[in-house]
């Protein structure tokens, strides 16, 4: 995968975990947080790996 690809894919990776909440006190914490953290391991796990290849 090129380097560009690359970039844009960490960039991804950024702006979605920018989304998560930010503080555990509210209510909604959790399940968000779960699900940002799916988000990011298939980032990381399926696409990111892919560009060391």
Do not use: C
Not at 1 to 12: A, G
Not at 24 to 40: A, F, N, Q, R, V
């Amino acid at each position: 995968m090129d380097k560009i690809l690359k970039e844009k894919i960490e960039k991804l990776r950024e702006l979605v975990w920018n989304e998560d909440i930010p503080h555990s006190t509210i209510p909604e914490y959790k399940e968000h947080h779960e699900s940002i953290k799916k988000i990011l391991k298939f980032i990381d796990d399926e696409l990111l790996k892919e560009t060391d290849k």
